[in-house]
């Protein structure tokens, strides 16, 4: 399964990357929204793990872009605000599947990716 991580703090999107790719999944990594967008215009994903607040970009217009260009994927936003804690971002994102602490467990983020990407 491939993964992609949008997240604009290197070490976080690395221990990510490290622990999914121990459970087998081909991972792939971008800090912004242009930088996703390039790869989702030419890369298949099939789960998105995308931090809710990039310093560069917006989230929602990189899940925006992956629902018409990659409609089966999923989107697990992670964030370590409070912006959309009423759950209203499943009313902004159509392929949003999960919203998480951005302070998750990599074993929890890995297991929602399983959960999720076997749909």
């Not at 991972?27 to 030419?42: G, I, P, T």
């Not at 809710?52 to 989230?59: E, R, T």
Request: net charge negative; proline share 4%.
């Amino acid at each position: 399964m491939n993964v992609l991580i949008v997240e604009s703090r290197p070490d976080l999107a690395l221990i990510w990357t490290r622990h999914l790719e121990r459970q087998g999944y081909v991972v792939a990594q971008a800090e912004d929204q242009e930088s996703a967008v390039l790869y989702l215009a030419e890369n298949q994903t099939d789960i998105i793990v995308l931090d809710l607040v990039l310093k560069q970009g917006s989230a929602l217009a990189v899940a925006d872009f992956a629902s018409y260009r990659h409609p089966d994927a999923r989107v697990i936003f992670v964030t370590d605000t409070t912006f959309f804690s009423d759950g209203s971002i499943f009313n902004h994102a159509s392929n949003a599947c999960a919203f998480l602490p951005a302070g998750t467990p990599p074993e929890d983020l890995a297991a929602m990716v399983a959960h999720y990407g076997d749909h």
